[in-house]
Every structure is written in C-alpha cells, then in structure tokens.
T-cell receptor
C-alpha cells in the first residue's frame, strides 16, 4: 500500500521550459512534504519542503504547490536547465506525531537540449 | 518493537572538538541513514550505510564521517567542529534502503560554541 505515489517514472522536458513533477498521497494526516533530487551514485539532495498550512512555497527556480483537498503536490522547475536532469523524490510525514518519512518511488527527469 | 534510538540526545561542544553520535536501528533493519536538520535548510542527507558499507553520500565535507557495525548500529563522527555544525542530527533506519519508508530516531541536538 503505497502512501506516496509518483505515477510518472520519467519525464522529458525541453531546456528552458517548465518541468512539472507530480506526487499524490493517500494519508490525510501528512502535514509536511519534501522534495529531494538525486544524481546517479550520489546521495539525495534536499530541494524544498512545504507544510500543510501553506499551499505554495517558492525557492528560486523551484516552487512546490500543495492541494490538500486533492491530496496532491507538484514541483515546478522554471526554467528547466540541463543540470536539473536527475531523479526527483517526493516524501511526506506527520510532523511531531510520527517517526516516519515516506518516500515516493521517484520520477526521472530528462532535460532535452 | 523498539524504535530507532540515538545517543546522546543533547550535546554541547566547542569549536575544533570532535563528536561521535550513535544510532541503533530497529531490529532487522539493515539500512541506516543520517540527516542534518537546521532551520531553513530542511533535512539534509548526510550518508546511508547498508551492511557495514557506505552506499550513498550527501554533499558534506570530509569532516563528517560514519560507520556501521555488524549489528547494524551506526556511528557518525564530526571532526574539527564549526559553529555551523550546530543542528539536530537524525538517524533513520529501513529494511533495505534509503528509498523505502524510513523510521527516524529522536535525534541528537548538537550545539557548538
């Protein structure tokens, strides 16, 4: 039973365009969401997070949107750059009440020249 | 079953000293990951150990090192402490790897003066 789902295993986007990575979750108790980026043979890098009290959080080219009613979040990367080619993981947790963080399976993003 | 335990829970050190933090994973879990959490920086991945081998490494300087023992217990060492190393250090365990559901310990809060 996957509580955090990234339904697109891969995504290709033209350089300079917007990349949108999607993530769905099933547990309505989740109140904290994170995105990580991972290059091959390296550990994951924290990108951006959002608390359930917000519906948007922005950091440079990265914006995360949270739609609690749909149990959906998305990561927007604008403009997409070649260095953004990596695997992106969505993760969720129930802060201060739980001791788990649950990761999605990841979406491989290819930025095309 | 017992959760992830971390010792010590709190630690105060001075610049230039070194520190060793300990983590005991959930029984049967072979993967141990370490994270650094600071306000504004999110949950930064340090490294993951599996079966006594470092399998993934985050983007931290060589002053941060770790090891895992045959019973899956793990230690993290930080040498030549800097003020910026003040943070909450979290350990998480899972059965097989970083990309599974990870269970977090309570953390060790390190203050460097």
């Amino acid at each position: 039973d996957q509580q955090v789902k990234q339904n697109s295993p891969s995504l290709s986007v033209q350089e300079g365009r917007i990349s949108i990575l999607n993530c769905d979750y099933t547990n309505s108790m989740f109140d904290y969401f994170l995105w990580y980026k991972k290059y091959p043979a390296e550990g994951p890098t924290f990108l951006i997070s959002i608390s359930s009290i917000k519906d948007k959080n922005e950091d440079g080219r990265f914006t995360v949107f949270l739609n609690k009613s749909a149990k959906h979040l998305s990561l927007h990367i604008v403009p997409s750059q070649p260095g953004d080619s990596a695997v992106y993981f969505c993760a969720a947790s129930v802060r201060n009440r739980d001791d788990k963080i649950i990761f999605g399976k990841g979406t491989r993003l290819h930025i095309l020249p | 079953k017992a959760g992830v335990t971390q010792t010590p829970r709190y630690l105060i050190k001075t610049r230039g000293q070194q520190v060793t933090l300990s983590c005991s994973p959930i029984s049967g879990h072979r993967s141990v990951s370490w994270y650094q959490q600071t306000p504004g920086q999110g949950l930064q991945f340090l490294f993951e150990y599996f079966s006594e081998t470092q399998r993934n490494k985050g983007n931290f300087p060589g002053r941060f090192s770790g090891r895992q023992f045959s019973n899956s217990r793990s230690e993290m060492n930080v040498s030549t402490l800097e003020l910026g190393d003040s943070a909450l250090y979290l350990c998480a365990s899972s059965f097989e790897g970083w990309e599974e559901t990870q269970y977090f310990g309570p953390g060790t809060r390190l203050l460097v003066l």
